[in-house]
């Protein structure tokens, strides 16, 4: 069995989140931790952009968010979330790209998305026009959801108790409605089984409400008094309060709840079911690279981007070649947390990437793992296997190891080709082979026909 290299990536393939904005910035930084308390409890108008620090867009407009936070100091708070550190609090708001700008205005259990101009003026503009409106609902005795303003209905336990996540986010639960409404829904649930004189959950019960609230929209949070609704509680084995299960989405019966492993916090609960919500991600697309735009959209995008060279078609068939991308669509799905992009293309048909790469020597599949943003790459020299590659990604994932600046400083444009059909290569056909014109020259013995006498 050929022997497996296993090369370590080094942190500085890895980018590592630093922040956009200085300690001098009036623009405020926020976490999981101190956004329920800060903005969704707030009046105040607040403007949040979600950001990764890797990410170019992100950069050109932190100068302009900079200047808007200065300018609107006082009258709309401006605030700026890590998404690439913090995740979860990102995935509450269905934020998939960056940077996405939230307003939050009087409800602030819905959000809107900002789609102005990038441009401090615009922002500012923006920001003056929402808290313009909020005076005016606020006049027409309109109420929001947060700040003074919200609260929740309250209860001896079990999704009671308010917070800041809107009133009555929770969903009671009985025996009568419990099949019709957690069974084959669209949205997982968290169910807590509870009993009305049990301190554990009285305590957990504004925990919990405000956890309903920031989920509001991806995550349903149900609450069963056990006591009361004997036959759902007994059918899931519940002896101790509180109890809380789990339930993907579209389960079909008590054989699909799984217990929660979280903890009791509202941060925790989010952080847990925004983790589930990523795990029911559907797998990122493993794209032929065709055109200069693929390239790029892979590795300009996101914060590394996985290149691999699979032979020509002739040399594995399409049998052959779909088994390749069986392994880098399954590799993409166990990483796709990762957001990384995942590209391919046939040996020879991309020679301009493939000298950038330092492909060569290797033979082919040939992978690498590339951070286009600080130049660097990680070239894969093992046993193209699933068990090889897997050592791989996880050292790339933890930043370990050894790698190498990008040839030539940037990823080269790329030729426009036509996309595989899918179908074995017929003998017919151009057959990209690199070094074949030169190995002909050279090592292939020259014939002179002399003429006869």
């Known amino acids: 069995m050929e022997h497996i290299i296993l090369f370590s990536v080094v942190a500085a393939l890895v980018p590592f989140s630093s922040a956009l904005f200085g300690a001098k910035s009036d623009v405020i930084q926020l976490t999981p931790e101190v956004f329920q308390d800060k903005v969704v409890k707030s009046d105040a108008v607040w403007l949040v952009e979600f950001y990764a620090p890797w990410c170019g867009h992100c950069k050109s407009l932190a100068p302009e968010w900079d200047k808007a936070a200065t300018a609107l100091k006082g009258v709309v708070k401006v605030g700026a979330v890590d998404a690439d550190q913090h995740s979860s609090l990102g995935g509450q708001f269905g934020v998939k790209g960056f940077p996405t700008i939230k307003i939050f205005g009087l409800d602030k259990n819905k959000p809107q998305d900002y789609q102005g101009q990038r441009t401090a003026q615009a922002i500012v503009d923006k920001g003056l026009e929402v808290a313009k409106q909020v005076v005016k609902d606020r006049l027409g005795g309109k109420k929001g959801s947060g700040g003074g303003s919200s609260g929740g209905k309250k209860t001896d336990g079990g999704g009671g108790g308010g917070g800041g996540g809107g009133k009555n986010a929770v969903v009671e639960l009985t025996d009568s409605n419990f099949e019709d409404l957690v069974y084959n829904s669209k949205e997982p649930w968290l169910v807590e089984f509870f009993a009305p004189w049990c301190g554990h959950c009285k305590n957990l019960a504004p925990e919990f409400e405000r956890a309903a609230g920031e989920l509001k929209g991806q995550f349903k949070l149900g609450a069963l008094d056990a006591t009361a609704h004997t036959a759902t509680a007994g059918g899931f084995g519940v002896r101790g309060y509180p109890t809380l299960k789990y339930f993907p989405a579209g389960s079909s019966g008590s054989s699909s709840a799984e217990e929660y492993g979280g903890g009791r916090t509202s941060a ?17 697309e493993v794209n032929e690279i065709i055109n200069d735009a693929v390239l790029k959209g892979a590795c300009e995008d996101s914060p590394l981007c996985i290149v691999t060279v699979l032979p020509h078609i002739l040399d594995t068939g399409a049998e052959g070649r779909n088994d390749y991308l069986k392994i880098l669509l399954e590799l993409g799905d166990k990483y796709k947390k990762r957001s990384w992009g995942w590209v391919w293309t046939e040996a020879g048909k991309q020679q ?102």
């Open 352 to 453: 301009k990437l493939e000298d950038v790469l330092g492909f060569g020597g290797f033979g082919y599949p040939a992978l690498a793992a590339i951070n286009s943003r600080k130049k660097k790459i990680a070239v894969f020299k093992g046993s193209f296997s699933r068990d090889g590659l897997e050592e791989f990604m996880r050292a790339v994932a933890v930043g370990r190891g050894a790698t190498e600046t990008l040839r030539g400083d940037s990823l080269p444009t790329v030729d426009t080709v036509e996309p595989w059909d899918g179908k074995d290569g017929e003998v017919g056909q151009t057959f990209y082979l690199p070094f074949v014109e030169l190995y002909t020259h050279i090592f292939l013995p020259s014939v002179i026909v002399l003429p006869s006498r």
């Open 268 to 284: 925790d609960i989010v952080r847990w079911c925004s983790e589930k919500v990523e795990d029911q991600l559907p797998p990122p």
